[in-house]
């Protein structure tokens, strides 16, 4: 990668980063570009070479997030179901920001093909399901797992994540 490379995605990551900081006290529909070159210290023009309006930078930010956690459910060292469902879990808990974007896109595109690509990662497998059903268990078990979350969140974490775990794999085996 040459020098140009580098700075061009040097600034692609600070105006990501950037929109973070600000998504932290603005919800995304009252962010301007401005308040994104001020807060960068970057020029309105660095931000055009990377993006047409903010909405673009919205979706590679929230690409960005689920990346992040793709990478740790697919570190998830464990066979447990019980374990991996707690450790996702806790990620969620130790990232509330994360947890309040992945409840508030959960009807965007960027959202929707997250989950198509990485939704075995989340869900829990069950074995015993016939292929051309698989697609609605799975989109079930995961908006159940969503509303789950999001119940979750809105109580201010009143269950423990064990608990939670626990009422999750109770329920897929409900399902069954």
């Keep these: 990668m040459n020098k140009h490379e580098v700075k061009y995605n040097n600034n692609k990551i600070i105006l990501i980063m950037t929109l973070e900081k600000i998504l932290k006290i603005k919800k995304i529909n009252d962010i301007t570009i401005s308040d994104i070159v001020k807060e960068s210290n970057l020029a309105r ?71 198509e690509k990485y939704k075995e990662y989340i869900c829990i497998k069950k074995t015993n399901i016939k292929s051309e059903e698989a697609y609605y268990i799975s989109s079930y078990s995961f908006g159940g797992f969503l509303f789950l979350l999001t119940t979750w969140y809105n109580s201010n974490y009143s269950m423990s994540t064990t608990d939670l775990a626990k009422l999750i794999i109770c329920l897929n085996n409900y399902n069954e």
């Design 45 to 115: 023009s660095t931000f055009y070479n990377h993006y047409d309006n903010i909405n673009e930078l919205y979706n590679d930010f929230l690409l960005y997030c689920f990346n992040k956690f793709k990478e740790f459910i697919i570190n998830i060292d464990t066979d447990d179901e019980l374990s991996k469902i707690i450790a996702i879990l806790n990620y969620f808990k130790e990232n509330s920001f994360f947890l309040k974007l992945f409840i508030d896109n959960s009807s965007s595109d960027t959202f929707n093909h997250f989950i």
